[in-house]
């Protein structure tokens, strides 16, 4: 039975079993290969995507249940094609090494800052728990997501 979903603002349908994971569908169907399968068990996050506005694990998230869902990968989080401002600052700050993790953590902070505009450093990295880093540590990953809340709450000024 397929499934039809809205990836990135299209209109999608996956062919395969119910039960398949949703990352496969994405990387191996749809070829969107930013979100990564590194533990495929759920802990590390670098395959977050977000379904219905939620942060969600792609690899333990069967494509049946996204049917009729709205389902954003890291390729469909900027208009026009640019770097997000998460993305940019990221970079500027060097908090991403090898990159593995850079996916998941864009969309948890994503999520996580369009619904908190100001805040604190103990919430940023609440918001990172389940986002595993082996490179960089989380220091100016955390620093980068303060500076981004900073700038968007001086544009809201």
């Known amino acids: 039975m397929p499934t039809d979903m809205t990836v990135n603002g299209e209109a999608r349908r996956s062919a395969r079993d119910p039960l398949t994971p949703l990352i496969d569908v994405l990387r191996d169907e749809f070829h969107l290969t930013g979100a990564k399968p590194v533990c495929r068990e759920g802990f590390c996050g670098a395959c977050t995507v977000l379904v219905d506005g939620e942060p969600t694990v792609s690899c333990l998230t069967p494509v049946g249940l996204v ?28 908090a991403v090494q090898c990159g593995m993790c850079f996916p998941g953590m864009v969309m948890a902070l994503s999520h996580f800052l369009a619904h908190t505009p100001r805040p604190s450093r103990d919430e940023v990295r609440a918001a990172l728990t389940g986002n595993i880093c082996r490179c960089t540590g989380y220091e100016r990953i955390v620093e980068a997501a303060l500076a981004v809340a900073a700038a968007r709450a001086e544009v809201r000024r």
């Open 67 to 94: 049917g009729g869902c709205d389902v954003v990968t890291i390729e469909g989080i900027s208009s026009g094609g640019g770097l997000t401002d998460i993305q940019s600052r990221l970079e500027q700050g060097d």
